[in-house]
């Protein structure tokens, strides 16, 4: 099946720095999702991808879906302490039915 | 802002026992699906449904597992025999049909304890 590489696995922020996680896969993918989970929450969707070369913002959030179709990646600016949470890439292929596939997610934590 | 809903929000069970995990998806949506999430792991798939029938499931959807929407606005996941390995977080979402876009909305979880 199709699998989905998503790093770095963890990461510190600094309040301010901007930060930037990507997606990678071996086979195309229709539409590029991004989430963000809370402790003890479900995925929230943050910005959806559906067109190759796509870039698009929402608020401090940019993300872009690869001229490829294989990878995507979510940069956060200027970030907050409540942008702590885990972050996950999810794709969908039309083809491949309707399922999500996602990523094992990107921790972001804030530096002690 | 309409939303997924799920109930309960934490079921404890013991193994060998039956467990009824329940959403309500957003109202106008016609796409339900079933993940899980083992704690510390990547969120899979369980199960899709659309009109009335699964549409896909993986491999992890057993005989065990079952799907029902008994009425028009629940959508239900029904673990027969629960084993210890079914403890994870069971998330319930739904998708609006918009020319083919496909943005899946998720519940906030049931968080399934087998002892």
């Known amino acids: 099946g199709q699998q989905l590489n998503q790093s770095p696995q963890s990461m510190f922020i600094q309040e301010g720095e901007d930060v930037s996680m990507n997606c990678t896969s071996s086979?195309?993918?229709?539409?590029w999702l991004w989430y963000k989970q809370d402790p003890g929450e479900g995925p929230v969707l943050l910005i959806a991808?559906?067109?190759?070369?796509e870039l698009t913002s929402n608020g401090r959030l940019t993300a872009q879906f690869g001229i490829t179709r294989k990878d995507s990646f979510l940069n956060i600016s200027a970030s907050i302490p409540s942008d702590v949470g885990i972050y996950f890439c999810?794709?969908?292929?039309?083809?491949?039915?309707?399922?999500?596939?996602f990523g094992g997610g990107t921790r972001v934590l804030v530096k002690p | 802002e309409p939303e997924v809903t799920q109930t309960p929000s934490h079921q404890v069970t013991q193994m060998g026992q039956e467990v009824i995990l329940r959403c309500v998806p957003i109202?106008?949506?016609?796409?339900f699906y079933w993940y899980r999430q083992i704690l510390g792991q990547k969120v899979e798939f369980l199960v899709s449904?659309?009109?009335?029938?699964?549409?896909?499931k993986s491999e992890i959807f057993d005989d065990q597992f079952s799907v029902e929407r008994p009425d028009g606005s629940n959508f239900t996941l029904k673990i027969r025999s629960t084993k210890l390995e079914d403890s994870a977080m069971y998330f319930c979402?739904?998708?609006?049909?918009?020319?083919?876009?496909?943005?899946?909305?998720f519940g906030p979880g049931t968080r399934l304890t087998v002892l």
């Open positions: 979402a739904s998708r609006r049909t918009s020319g083919g876009a496909d943005t899946q909305y």
């Open positions: 086979s195309i993918f229709n539409t």
């Open positions: 991808l559906y067109k190759a070369g």
């Open positions: 999810a794709g969908h292929l039309k083809a491949a039915g309707n399922k999500l596939t």
């Open positions: 109202s106008n949506h016609l796409y």
């Open positions: 449904f659309y009109n009335n029938e699964i549409s896909e």
